[in-house]
T-cell receptor, first 113, second 114 residues
Framework: AQTVTQSQPEMSVQEAETVTLSCTYDTSESDYYLFWYKQPPSRQMILVIRQEAYKQQNATENRFSVNFQKAAKSFSLKISDSQLGDAAMYFC??????????FGGGTRLMVKP | KAGVTQTPRYLIKTRGQQVTLSCSPI?????VSWYQQTPGQGLQFLFE???????NKGNFPGRFSGRQFSNSRSEMNVSTLELGDSALYLCASSLAHRWSTEAFFGQGTRLTVV
């Protein structure tokens, strides 16, 4: 089975500081997409950032950036200048056939004021 | 533009009953996927519908079924409910069936089986 693993069940960061969430995945394909989703207490999954596997350049979206290591099958999320509103569950995911996503177990991020 | 709408938001059912959940995708989106989220198993893919056809199916028993209508709205049905079916059911809509298309999620339906 192709899996996605998030080894940090919980992380904590001080407001305005930087935190990195880890993700590793398993795949036998060469082309695929990787995603980070945020799930706040409202439960709605929100796409944070997306990476295309064939692109070597790491994706960035404002304060969010990824470190994509294709050979190591690693896809970490860096949040800079953390804000209280960043507190949520974060899920790493990769696509399979069609729009099917395989998710990791999630990392709960707490932001301390 | 309106987002993905799931109804109802909360549901309590008794073991053995059946339940139907509804998902209205973003206007113009033709792909709808369903996921089950539980504390023990995490987020698991149920199935995907595109243009009224099931395109992918996850590893769930036949008690879980779904369909999509011509207006792209989708329903999922769970028959003979079990306690373990208690979960948050999330629906996601996408513009197309292509795997690079971004998925937009609804707020989910919280199903409790007693």
């Amino acid at each position: 089975a192709q899996t996605v693993t998030q080894s940090q069940p919980e992380m904590s960061v001080q407001e305005a500081e930087t935190v990195t969430l880890s993700c590793t995945y398993d795949t036998s394909e060469s082309d695929y997409y990787l995603f980070w989703y945020k799930q706040p207490p409202s439960r709605q999954m929100i796409l944070v950032i997306r990476q295309e596997a064939y692109k070597q350049q790491n994706a960035t979206e404002n304060r969010f950036s990824v470190n994509f290591q294709k050979a190591a099958k690693s896809f970490s999320l860096k949040i800079s200048d953390s804000q209280l509103g960043d507190a949520a569950m974060y899920f790493c995911a990769r696509n399979n056939a069609g729009n099917m996503l395989t998710f990791g177990g999630g990392t709960r991020l707490m932001v301390k004021p | 533009k309106a987002g993905v709408t799931q109804t109802p938001r909360y549901l309590i059912k008794t073991r053995g009953q059946q339940v139907t959940l509804s998902c209205s995708p973003i206007s113009g989106h033709r792909s709808v996927s369903w996921y089950q989220q539980t504390p023990g198993q995490g987020l698991q893919f149920l199935f995907e519908y595109f243009s009224e056809t099931q395109r992918n199916k996850g590893n769930f028993p036949g008690r879980f079924s779904g369909r999509q209508f011509s207006n792209s709205r989708s329903e999922m049905n769970v028959s003979t409910l079990e306690l373990g079916d208690s979960a948050l059911y999330l629906c996601a809509s996408s513009l197309a069936h292509r795997w690079s298309t971004e998925a937009f999620f609804g707020q989910g339906t919280r199903l409790t089986v007693v």
